[in-house]
């Protein structure tokens, strides 16, 4: 039977059983009459140890010849192995290869540590890494998690648009989506951009939040989440800011922000938990070769409860701290990476949920605090990286809204149907969104987003 590398190095396949594995050669080491191959086919961390004898037909001319890379299809008897760290190993009695590598010499993924900024050259090729393997899986088993977390509480998934009209943050940073000829556009009697001769009729862009849709949904299934790809034009040359990033978007009725933030710190436990119980083998790797603290880092962020302080309170201990900052600390000022860090790190060593923001650094949905100069929004900091989720309770009054949308000079035809919400029903309501790539760096203790997501987008760079 064909089986993954996975079940074959499970214990839930009988020894002596004959079985198939498929996938690329890693190394292959020769010794004496013997030649051992490591197969590895992604399934898990582990290759498995395919052992060679001349007994094979092909031994001599294409055993003896494989090289990393290489794609073979070995059959043979899995037996318990004597290597050490392996239990099984598959005593081949056929390998056939399906692949050759053209020059293994200039392979560019050699059987050793490459850099990071080499293998992101590669980004075709990265995922065949250990690092890379182990990155992916844990990033599939975070995504599993996180439909599980909502699917369990009662959430239901809402597929928000990618295509918009609307810019959700109302931060103009959003890529254009046109069909319009560039180099021939047409203009109006004004001499701007005719966008009504466009594809949609209308001016459109990519989205950079599914939050306002969303929020429709809550404001009739109650609990629902969006998880999809989102997209911004911010000029950010940082290891933490990609063009193209994935966001989960959980939106509740009748909540505010404070079981906002109860629920951020439910679900964060919940998958890091997830992560520490399916992705062992993954993890050993990440500690061993990444972060050393790395399992030990997750199960604190577990075991910890939050810290809770206003943004007022995290700028009067910033200023208190003695620290040289790079960015001024001031009452009306956002954070920069450097505070949040701080004050995670530093003063509380663990994740904090900073609340109650001024309220003209933050989005014209945010809910007016009755102080009149506070918004109810927060962001959840978390020690190596700061931000990694934001949030608010979102303002339910009309009247109230209308005005912000007026300060941020956003036109309300733009928004009509997001003002009908306020209209018809509504209710106090609150939610989040949690980039899912800092998710991937924080569970890794990966240094670049770059490295979280198999292509990356940032500026200037779209290849693959
Ligand atoms: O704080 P942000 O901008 O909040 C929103 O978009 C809200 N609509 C969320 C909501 O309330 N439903 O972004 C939320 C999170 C950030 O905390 C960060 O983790 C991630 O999205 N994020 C990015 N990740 C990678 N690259 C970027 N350029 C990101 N911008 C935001
Ligand atoms: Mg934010």
Known sequence: AVV???????????????????GWVRTRRDSGELCFVNVSDGSCFDPIQVVATAALGNFAD?????????????????????????RFELQATAIEVTGWVDDPLTYPMQPKQHSLEYLREYAHLRPRTNLFGAVTRIRHCLAQAVHRFFHEQGFYWISTPIITTSDAEGAGQM??????????????????????RDFFGKETFL??????????????????????????????HTTRHLAEFWMIEPEIAFATLKEDADLAEAFLKYLFRAVLDERADD??????????????????????????IDYTEAVALLQKSGQKFDFPVEWGLDLQTEHERWLTEQHVGRPVVVMNYPEQIKAFYMRLNDDGRTVAAMDVLAPGIGEIIGGSQREERLDVLDARMAQFG????????YRDLRRYGSVPHAGFGLGFERLVVYTCGLANIRDAI????????ATF
Request: net charge neutral.
């Open 283 to 308: 993890m050993a790797f990440i500690a061993e070769r990444v972060e050393k603290t790395a399992i030990s880092r997750l199960q604190a962020f577990i075991d910890a409860p939050f810290e809770r």
């Open 410 to 417: 956003l036109e309300p035809a733009h928004y009509g149907w």
């Open 207 to 236: 989205t950079v939040s599914g939050q306002l849709n969303v929020e429709a949904y809550c404001l009739a299934l109650s609990k629902v989440y969006t998880f999809g790809p989102t997209f911004r034009a911010e000029n950010s």
């Open 62 to 86: 294409e055993v003896r010849k494989l090289s990393s890379g290489c794609s073979v299809i070995a059959t043979g008897t899995l037996a318990p192995s004597m290597g050490k760290g392996q």
């Open 4 to 22: 993954s590398v996975q079940q074959a190095l499970s214990g839930a396949i009988a020894p002596g059983s004959e079985v198939t594995v498929r």
């Open 454 to 461: 198999p292509y990356p987008r940032a500026p200037g760079l």
């Open 175 to 196: 890529f254009r989506v046109s069909t319009l000829d560039l180099a021939n556009l047409p203009r109006d009697g004004r001499g701007d951009v005719d966008f009504s």
